[in-house]
């Protein structure tokens, strides 16, 4: 088993009487990208904060590189790099002028940190912009640079992608994959866009309403997640009352007039087909289909899906 | 902590606040300079020697300095949360209690020099407009007196720039506390009894502008070290970093 | 509405007891008070009118319009839409009603040090003098910081310049009473209150006639100046 990077024991988070946070166990391992997945209020954001300190815990445990977060904040921080939503800067400063503040105040010495940090964001070094006259999605690559450069062996991001065009979406995920598989940085990302999640995460973890549902790995959800074969009919109704009675269907589910899914999946597709035909029920199509991530949340959190 | 003060310079690059504030300081040697031609007895108030100087010290740490450092310490620590930078600074990590003393450096240092600007236009007033003669020993004890007013007026508005860790957005709320703090030691200075004892007009006694006896002065000093215990408590609790 | 749930406000209102408190002390200290009306002058009538409201008004002015900015409300209440002038006029009228009711809160705090004290003239009219003099301030006052608001508006986004300029305003308008009350707003305040209290000696004369025009003048210009600037900036 790979050293586990963060590792949090029945965490909780209350206010009064609201429970935010509920008894959530996180298991996140060197090297990789863990995606949070969740609702918008589904206590993402605050177990980040929890973790970097900016909310107290009600109860619980956080370990960090393997120690107790709880008084080794000096040693332990450093190591970590994070933007928690809208990262803050200071208005009357360029995007240079503030991340030569914050190496200043990180003790780095290296002159070219901050170029090469806003390199890697597509920002200019040299720009004499304000903070203040930055567009969002400008503002969004500077927390970014002001994340990494200090090269930490840990990035927290909730919603790195907040503000990014689509390109600048696409950038920002193989950014963010590269850095974790060509430096090894462990990462763990939030969001409650699923594609977002999907096309960047190793391990999965759904929260809703502060309780974590699931953690996987993304290969063991894609396992999970049920296959079917997915007919498009005349009748629905008909084609039950025939797959019933005379193949003995049962695991079935009916999305509406026209669409319906078996759930049992060994049953030869062709003889379905031709059983449907022969009693006058016309097949419009038919294929073998898997449950999409979306699904697989729906169907967990007991929701409508993600928003 | 050298970082942090040396950081805390560079956040007020292109800032307004200096040149507002330093605004502020030209309006009180205007207005004393208005009111130094009231005639009195056949003479301006202003012909006189080291009348303009004293007046201007008196005014402004009345009605405007106080205000005018509350307004700069206050400022300095709620921009941070205004500006959502409190939390990157958490992330460094910078400890929060070292961050807010660091900005009370700077703001003390900011203080001091809008101060000292006072004492320069108002030497400049006398002796340059109004060809006061005034010794240099007389100067040298005016300096003195801008001097050590400008610390202990920053002492007595420490508690309510301290306030703002607590408040957070409420610059604005220590600027008014300021504002009465100050002019309600128009009225202790008139007391024998509480002239030393309120910080506001403590701050005389300890800068030699009034003529104390030695336990008055002693009176004033722990007045003033007992704002900065106040602030001190204030800070000691304050949860810096804490976004709830 | 905006204002409600804001502890910072009750804090305000709080402040209200100050000069009653500080004229108690004063009182009890040996200052020239000798009478309950004398008593409400200091406590209701004095530094309240000519410091502490102008300046609690041009703060509270200031942070009412840039939390307006800062939430982004504004956007919002110009797409309803809410005419600027409307928008200007609810805020004047906001300001009022605090004014209003912080000088209610000095007046009965004034009336209670006088009662502490024991002032034998607490009566009909001098409790009717207190109050009369007391709401004419509350009304007064928010239209005399009318061009801080011009400053606020201009200076868009920053609160640090309206604030210093609040200082500067209300420092201004207390120096110049012992000059001339005619020109600045905040001493033309001063001499339409004082001028019919037979105990309160001025300088000079106090032309009324002059201090109505130049007050109108000053507060409708600036609520102008101010709907222009709204009107100009961009969002």
């Avoid at chain 2, 100050?182 to 005389?204: D, E, L, N, R, W």
């Avoid at chain 2, 003529?211 to 007992?226: E, K, N, P």
């Avoid at chain 3, 000798?34 to 309240?48: D, E």
């Avoid at chain 3, 400053?151 to 308008?173: D, Q």
Wanted: charged fraction near 20%; proline fraction near 3%; glycine fraction near 8%.
């Amino acid at each position: 088993m790979k050293n586990l990077i963060i590792e949090t024991k029945k965490l909780n988070k209350k206010y009064g009487k609201q429970i935010v946070v509920n008894n959530v166990d996180l298991h996140i391992e060197q090297g990789e990208i863990y995606g949070l997945l969740g609702r918008n209020g589904a206590g993402k954001t605050t177990i980040m904060k929890m973790i970097l300190g900016l909310v107290s815990i009600t109860s619980g445990e956080i370990n960090v590189f393997g120690q107790k977060l709880k008084g080794n904040e000096q040693q332990i921080y450093p190591r970590i790099g994070a933007i928690i939503e809208t990262p803050g800067f200071y208005p009357n400063l360029t995007g240079t002028e503030n991340l030569r503040i914050f190496a200043k105040l990180r003790g780095m010495t290296r002159k070219d940190c901050i170029k090469h940090a806003l390199d890697l964001v597509g920002l200019s070094y040299n720009d004499k912009k304000l903070f203040l006259e930055y567009s969002l999605g400008m503002k969004q690559r500077l927390g970014i640079a002001n994340a990494v450069m200090h090269e930490p062996e840990l990035l927290i991001l909730d919603e790195p992608t907040n503000g990014l065009d689509p390109i600048g979406i696409v950038e920002m995920r193989e950014f963010i994959r590269d850095l974790c598989k060509k430096n090894g940085i462990t990462i763990l990302i939030s969001s409650h866009i699923l594609t977002e999640i999907e096309q960047l995460a190793d391990t999965i973890g759904i929260i809703d309403h502060g309780i974590l549902l699931e953690e996987s790995s993304y290969k063991d959800l894609q396992k999970k997640n049920r296959k079917y074969i997915l007919l498009k009919v005349s009748s629905t109704s008909n084609a039950i009352r025939v797959l019933e009675q005379k193949m003995g269907i049962h695991d079935y589910e009916v999305e509406n007039d026209t669409m319906l899914r078996i759930y049992e999946i060994d049953r030869n597709m062709g003889e379905i087909n031709k059983l449907l035909i022969t009693n006058n029920i016309e097949v419009l199509s038919s294929q073998f289909c898997s449950d999409t991530l979306e699904d697989y949340f729906k169907n967990i959190t007991g929701g409508e899906g993600i928003v | 902590m050298k970082s942090l003060i040396q950081t805390e310079f560079l956040k007020f690059k292109r800032s307004r606040i200096l040149y507002i504030s330093i605004f502020g300081v030209l309006i009180i040697s205007a207005t004393v300079l208005l009111q130094g031609q009231h005639i009195f007895y056949g003479e301006k108030y202003a012909d006189k020697s080291g009348w303009l100087i004293t007046a201007a010290l008196s005014l402004g740490s009345f009605y405007i300095l106080p205000p005018l450092f509350a307004l700069i310490g206050s400022y300095s620590i709620s921009r941070e949360y205004q500006d959502g930078t409190m939390k990157e600074l958490a992330i460094i990590p910078v400890r929060g209690k070292e961050l807010i003393v660091s900005k009370l450096i700077v703001s003390f240092t900011f203080c001091i020099f809008l101060t000292l600007l006072l004492f320069v236009l108002e030497l400049f007033t006398e002796v340059i407009l109004y060809t006061n003669k005034l010794t240099i020993l007389e100067m040298i004890r005016y300096l003195k007196q801008y001097f050590l007013q400008g610390i202990a007026l920053f002492f007595a508005i420490t508690p309510l720039i301290a306030i703002v860790t607590i408040f957070r957005k409420g610059y604005w709320l220590s600027v008014i506390f300021a504002m009465i703090y100050s002019f309600a030691g128009v009225f202790t200075s008139q007391s024998q009894m509480f002239k030393s004892i309120y910080p506001i007009s403590a701050s005389f006694c300890f800068s030699g502008f009034y003529d104390v006896s030695g336990m008055q002065f002693m009176i004033a000093c722990i007045s003033l070290i007992i704002s900065l215990l106040i602030a001190g408590i204030i800070l000691r609790s304050a949860r810096v970093y804490r976004m709830e | 509405m905006k204002l409600k749930r804001k502890k910072f406000i009750i804090l305000i209102l709080i402040s209200a007891f100050t000069m009653p408190l500080i004229s108690v002390l004063y009182y009890l200290g040996g200052g020239p008070i000798r009478n309950f009306s004398g008593f409400s002058i200091w406590g209701a009538l004095s530094y309240t009118e000519w410091i502490i409201l102008p300046f609690i008004l041009g703060i509270v002015s200031t942070m009412i319009l840039f939390d307006d900015r800062q939430n982004d409300t504004l956007k919002q209440i110009w797409i309803a839409p809410v005419s600027k002038s409307k928008y200007l006029f609810s805020k004047l009228l906001i300001l009022i009603l605090f004014s209003v009711l912080y000088m209610f809160l000095t007046a009965v705090s004034t009336i209670g040090g006088g009662v502490l004290i024991g002032f034998k003239d607490i009566n009909n009219i001098t409790l009717g003098f207190l109050f009369k003099k007391s709401m004419q301030i509350g009304i007064l006052t928010p239209l005399a910081i009318l061009p801080i608001t011009v400053l606020e508006i201009a200076s868009k986004n920053n609160y640090i310049f309206p604030i210093c300029a609040t200082i500067v305003y209300v420092f201004l308008g207390f120096i110049l009473i012992g000059f001339t009350m005619e020109y600045h707003p905040l001493s033309i305040v001063t001499a339409m209150i004082i001028h019919d209290i037979p105990t309160v000696e001025t300088k000079e004369a106090i032309n009324l006639r002059n201090c109505y025009i130049n007050f109108t003048g000053f507060s409708v210009i600036s609520f102008v100046l101010s709907v222009i600037l709204l009107k100009k900036q961009d969002y």
